[in-house]
């Protein structure tokens, strides 16, 4: 048989896609927990509101940079405070689920993962939100920062005695930031483009509007980074299965015992 008619081999096994109605169920089940998690935690406003007044003078000795500077620069101009409050309303979940979705269709080794780091973090930040209430910067009148939301819009926010969508005090860790350093490392990790490296400027981008916008402390962001951090330390990517090289080492030495076999041996050599 040549070479021409050898059947070709095979390709190494890709990793299965998981089942696209369970993940769907999973998905939903998690967001449904985290969103009844959430509710579990309101009604400690006092509490929220003296851990807000800690964190701010934790910062003031950590000497953080003052949030405020953040804020004043978009506050130059409406359409730029506009923006950024339109960042924080309309990005945060459908980026991220656009970026669940280009993995699970195109890496599915990767959806995976990124996935269960996700869960993880969020189930985290569930638990400290239950345990650490925090009312944000624009609650906070020690700050001296304003509410760009609700002065320029759009907001997501009512009044936190009738919003029953979301839980306000819940800004510690931050999970726009945390899911948004998440999707910058699962796209730079799944693709091979000199370009990826771009996608830092979203969890980049996110930083700024959720500070500038009032809406989360610094400490909020390093507590969210560390969760994230211990996640991926955890939870590591599976390292795809290597092709063996189609045992060319061993049909070369069976080729070389062959040939000296065959090989005539001379009489009276070194005699």
Known sequence: MN??????????????RPPLVRELLLVAGLFLVY???????????????????????????????????VQSLLLHGDTLVHVANT?????????TLAFLVWLYLRRPAHYVWARRVLAAV??????????????????????GLIDTARLFGPSVYGPPRT????????AMPSLHFGWALMLAIGLIVA????WRWLWLLHPLVTL?????????????????????????AVLRLPRPRQRPRCGLPHRRSEVRRRSSAERPELVGAGR
């Open 191 to 194: 693709t091979r483009t000199r």
């Open 163 to 170: 919003d029953t969508l979301s839980n306000q005090f819940a």
């Open 3 to 16: 070479a021409q008619s050898e059947p070709a081999e095979p390709e190494p096994d890709a990793p299965a």
């Open 35 to 69: 969103k009844f998690g959430r509710q579990l935690a309101t009604g400690h406003t006092a509490e929220a509101f003296r851990n807000a007044r800690h964190v701010w003078d934790w910062e003031r000795v950590l000497r953080l940079p003052d949030e405020g500077t």
């Open 122 to 143: 969020t189930g985290a930040a569930l638990v400290l939100h239950l345990l650490f209430p925090l009312a944000p910067p624009r609650m906070l009148g020690a700050t």
């Open 87 to 95: 960042y924080y309303a309309f990005v945060h979940f459908p980026a």
């Open 208 to 232: 700024l509007v959720i500070v500038g916008t009032a809406n989360h402390y610094w400490l909020d962001v390093i507590a969210a980074t560390a969760l994230l951090g211990l996640a991926l």
